[in-house]
């Protein structure tokens, strides 16, 4: 009972240390973007969305470098990229004062690259699976994602950031950010990194050590406590956005920060440490998930191109959805997903 309260109190207060340093990566973000005169949706999908990702980013290569524990840091990051596609622009329609709109290159250019995003990650897993099978427990599928295949969303995300750049070329702002002083933003935003990676050990930590307590596989606590809590400054980035009226720049930063994690954070990892195992079993049905909840927030954001209320409180319930089951297939209630052996209870860390 000592090691639960113990871990709960590290985990709480690495999430507001997590909160802390977002709060000065986002305003430093927003005054940099000014001082460069970037347009609101390559401010949201780009320099937002890459500053609020960095507790992802923290985690895939902690939880490499530090724990060994790789499919940790992917189901903090599949975890993560659900809970920004659900609940914050949940959250950001339900505490917006009017209904939360988007555009028509909002949907039609950041929706489905993200798309294109889930599909060439999802590609990578199975190229891991086919080429570089390796062995694993009986009714599961493994393989070995090397630093070449690592290349491959990265390559996309290139991609990504040239189509953005595109979009600078001919946008020139209103903005007076004459007194901002950028090398002084410079030095607080690396500042709130170094914050952020502090926060982020804490929790990965947390999470390693729940497992180890409950006897459950870290990939429940990875995809559950450490996506959530990485997730936090995404959250009040979008917030924040749809409050001001903000809707465009709300929702791209939720989707270029999913850009981000999936085509960056994973093959991150995997190109510090040389190699990682992928268990395509579990991968292929969060990818599936992942899709599926992407698919459905496109088609929300579609109808009028707004987001109300309504399907604010439909977005919530998916995910409450997702939790639940993954909550009992942890725990073998339901067996739809090939699961890895439950660690044994050590006592904690």
Known sequence: MTGILLWTFVALV????IWKGSGLLEGSSA????YYQLP???QGAIVVAVGSSFPELSTTVISTLVHGEFELGVAAIVGSALFNILVIPALSGLSSREQLRSNRDLVYKEAQFYMIAVAVLTLTFSFAAIYHP????????????????ALMPIALYGLYLFVQYQDTLDHTSQVDASHVRPGREWGKLALSLLVIVVGVEGLVRAAVSFGDIFGTPSFLW???VVAAGTSIPDAFVSVRAARDGRGVTSIANVLGSNTFDLLVCIPAGV???????????????MMAALTGATVLLFLLMRT???LSRAESVVLLGVYLAFIVWIAVETFGVVDLVPRLPPAAPSGGH
């Open 14 to 17: 690495s999430t507001a240390i």
């Open 31 to 34: 005054r940099l973007s000014a």
């Open 40 to 42: 609101d949706i390559v």
């Open 134 to 149: 390796i062995p694993g427990p009986e009714g599961t599928i493994r393989g070995e994602m090397t630093r070449w295949l």
């Open 222 to 224: 990875g995809i559950t």
């Open 271 to 285: 190109l510090i440490a040389g190699s990682a195992a992928i268990d395509f079993s579990v991968a292929a049905p």
């Open 304 to 306: 009028r191109m707004v």
